[in-house]
């Protein structure tokens, strides 16, 4: 089975919820397996497990790795086997690619009474769609055909394409839960690719905690997207890179490395895959490729909803797909434009395992790791007027600290009521109280408007910093209203970067520029 976008969902429902509320229920098929074979005793984290590592080429159009462990070579071969076994089975349930698959009878037929596989693809797929107002769209087969078909062509039909967009617009799909009957209008072939694979990830991994229940731990990766569970081989959690948006060699470096403990990571975005040599990631409202991003990184409970959201964030503002993702209880994202600038959800920092220090002790004596001349750090954000009876204006505070989470520089601790000024929780616990010249760092709180605040590289006590890894923390709050914590990774050297974080309820978008000034 080879899948034509990197994306994918798992065996769940997903409930649509008022607009209002802008949530979903994400209840993954994991969850539950869970209950029922997870009562076994946690080792000791100082102790390396054994692990066993397995590779596969040719599964579902890439590759399959396997890492186990804390059974014996034997049981992990079992699990293995179950993994491939499960990819297999669903494999004749799913592909698009195969004549003979049940989904290309669907497509074929228009109608169906389809297996419980297929049936949770299809109304996960439809769920989403609706969720995402269109961003997510499993209804583009023929659109797809359509760019495969074109072979090379900078551009289909223009008329044609926007003649089929209009008829998916219109379209209509029923689906009953009780019969699992489908049925879809003729203009309709779905391709699920981007919620599939992800799904048979998440199946396949259950399937080998089935075959084997004492295993300890997994990761399953097709592809690069990946669902892990239970203890890695250090125990200190399983150690995911991400790979540099711009590079797309199979040896390219990684340009983060994610922590992960129990969960799913899904990436989109161009390099990938193609459609007559341009990304093969189409927008739903055009039937264009999408050009603007140029990567999507999505960490959550389950590869399939995780995959989903990938596709959906390319084909949405940064903005909206920011706030889709703030919305959603345990997923995070980081999004990179095709012109470097990168968006993040508020928790994806903390994810992000910073480099040990004695790369930062290398660091300081190496004359050529100076902080590059020239160059600022510069933070802009808005303080929103909130309509709200008596409104006070928030306490805002923004800091830098090193890679030991020593503060370097204090930007801004903006409030001076000693009633509220510990309401930046963070920021107060960890430094605001231990200063004993207080008063000459707070400042009263400003007024709703645009600020902008620069870091020159120098310590609080003017002192330059060396070039290296640095975080700048935001932490907002309000009398009578609401808390916000935000980072960002900062990665100083001579280049020139720029950052973005969703608004809070406090405040509004944050933007951090690290740039080279007259």
Known sequence: MSFSSRHSTSTRAVFRLSPLVMALALISPLNAFATTTNAQATPSENVQLQSHHFHRDHVLGTSLDVVITGTSQQDAQRATTAIENEIARLNQVLSTWQADSEISQLNQQKQINASSDLYNVIAACEAWRGQTCGAFDARLGNLISMWQQANGVLEIDANTRQQLIAQLKESHVQIDADSKNIQMDSSIAFAPDAYAKGYIIDRALIAAREAVPHLQGILVDIGGDMRVWGSSPSQAGWQVGVQDAFNHYDNATTSQVLTLKDQAVAFSGQGYRDLAGQSHLLDPQTGLPVQHVEQCVVVGQCVADADALATALVAMTPSEGMQLIESLVGYEAQLTLANGQTHQSTGWNALVQLPQQADFKNVAVNASAKWPAGYQAVVDFTIPKIAVENYRAPYVSVWVTDSDK?????????????????????????????????????????????????????????????????????????????????????????????????????????????????
Request: proline share 4%.
């Open 406 to 518: 020593k503060l370097v520089r204090t930007l801004a601790a903006w409030g001076k009521d000693e009633k509220w000024i510990n309401s930046n929780y963070v920021w107060w616990r960890r430094y605001g109280r231990q200063m004993p010249n207080l008063d000459a760092v707070a400042k009263p709180s400003r007024q709703p408007g645009n600020y902008k605040l620069a870091w020159d590289g120098k310590d609080d006590s003017g002192k330059a910093v060396a070039a290296g890894q640095y975080q700048i923390h935001v932490e907002t709050s309000r009398e009578h209203g609401d808390h916000s914590y935000q980072t960002f990774n900062l990665d100083v050297k001579a280049k020139a970067s720029s950052q973005n974080l969703p608004a809070q309820k406090e405040i509004g978008a944050v933007k951090l520029n690290f740039q080279k000034v007259n």
